[in-house]
């Protein structure tokens, strides 16, 4: 596959350069390059506001829904100069995980209600799925929704929510049948965290941040308005939404910026008279990793080209998020093998070697959440090599 993009495709390119070097606030920049999110909600809300009032609030989405239009190599370019300008992340949960369920499967007043919010940053999303004994296994879920009249009185436990003290809604999958298959008794709920009898708990994470959250519901009552699609039919919607999810969770951009990172690194640090650059066992690591995610980068165009087809993500996005994880998780450690002993100091902020340090443990997570990495083998060989 040719990855050299075309005169209009480099104008583009160009574009989104000059405007993030306009347009990204110097301080946003900063705490991203270093590696701190103190202000995470904000910096994320008002870079999504900036990137909405361009017009570029929603990349992948329909014009008819506001989306911007472009072709599937822009939205890989703006993705990849973003995340090289250390600009920040896009809240995934909202705008490329539950906004096109709600495009595909929602009814017109949950998209007119919804998607605008979504588009402008006013409502922050989080992930409700996962749950003790529950992860890796969805389908054994729990959580109960039982029917009232026109609400459902939901009774349960989410674990690893991500952000989730932030947010202003959760995307839940809940038990509605407990007979016949577990697959068939799941339905997909739009919640609002400010409904009574919802607790949020943040857990602290290796790195000392407090990133994901335990979350419990008490007699939690939602209204059926707010159930996507049919009842005990969310389970294909989950599936719609995991295969965006996997794809986007591939992260070229974030490895592209950390290889960069990591070269700078290894260019600074000497070792008998060299650079650790210049070093032959590290530059052969070097190379083995950028190799690898060259070699991502072309599967990854290949799965988004597909769903430019018309086609969602199939299978191949169990490829890329296990080889995305990995591949920035070896980085992480590239960097930390490189720093050797400073990286013990990761206490404080600020500096390189505690930025890497954290990142490394922070990191460990990616294999895991998204589906662990062994369940995306055992999807691989059951749907893509037929074992």
Not at 153 to 159: E, H, M, R
Not at 175 to 191: E, M, N, W
Request: proline share 4%; net charge negative; aromatic share 8%.
């Amino acid at each position: 596959m040719d990855l050299d993009f075309n005169i209009d495709e480099q104008a583009f390119r160009d574009e989104v350069r000059k405007f993030l070097a306009a347009e990204l606030p110097d301080d946003i920049r900063d705490r991203m390059h270093r590696g701190d999110h103190s202000h995470i909600r904000t910096d994320i809300q008002q870079w999504q506001k900036i990137l909405h009032a361009k017009g570029w609030g929603a990349p992948a989405w329909p014009v008819a829904f506001g989306g911007t239009g472009w072709s599937k190599t822009q939205q890989y370019i703006f993705e990849n100069e973003c995340a090289l300008a250390d600009a920040p992340a896009q809240l995934a949960f909202g705008v490329k995980m539950v906004a096109p369920v709600i495009m595909r499967f929602g009814t017109p007043e949950q998209q007119q209600t919804f998607l605008p919010r979504i588009l402008a940053a006013d409502d922050w999303w989080c992930q409700g799925y996962s749950e003790p004994g529950s992860g890796s296994d969805l389908a054994s879920l729990k959580m109960k929704a039982e029917r009232d009249g026109d609400e459902y009185v939901l009774n349960g436990q989410k674990v690893w929510n991500t952000l989730g003290q932030y947010a202003d809604w959760i995307f839940c999958l809940v038990r509605t049948d407990a007979t016949g298959k577990p697959q068939k008794g799941i339905s997909f709920l739009l919640i609002d965290m400010k409904t009574p009898g919802i607790t949020v708990r943040p857990t602290r994470l290796l790195d000392g941040t407090f990133e994901v959250n335990e979350i419990w519901f008490d007699n939690v009552r939602v209204p059926v308005t707010n159930r996507i699609g049919e009842e005990n039919q969310g389970w294909t919607y989950a599936k719609f939404l995991l295969g965006h999810e996997r794809t986007n969770i591939a992260g070229i951009g974030a490895s592209k910026r950390e290889l960069r990172r990591l070269k700078q690194m290894a260019a600074s640090q000497p070792k008998d008279g060299v650079t650790m650059l210049q070093d032959p066992v590290f530059a052969t690591r070097i190379a083995q990793v950028e190799m690898e995610l060259r070699a991502l980068e072309i599967t990854n165009m290949r799965v988004i080209f597909a769903e430019a087809k018309k086609q969602a993500p199939g299978p191949e996005a169990s490829m890329l998020k296990i080889r995305g994880t990995e591949i920035l998780q070896r980085i992480s450690e590239l960097q930390v093998d490189l720093l050797g002993a400073d990286a013990l100091a990761h206490g404080g902020d600020g500096d390189e070697a505690a930025r890497s340090a954290k990142a490394y443990l922070n990191l460990r997570k990616l294999s895991i959440f998204g589906g662990s990495n062994e369940i995306q083998r055992n999807i691989i060989a059951h749907m893509i090599l037929g074992l």
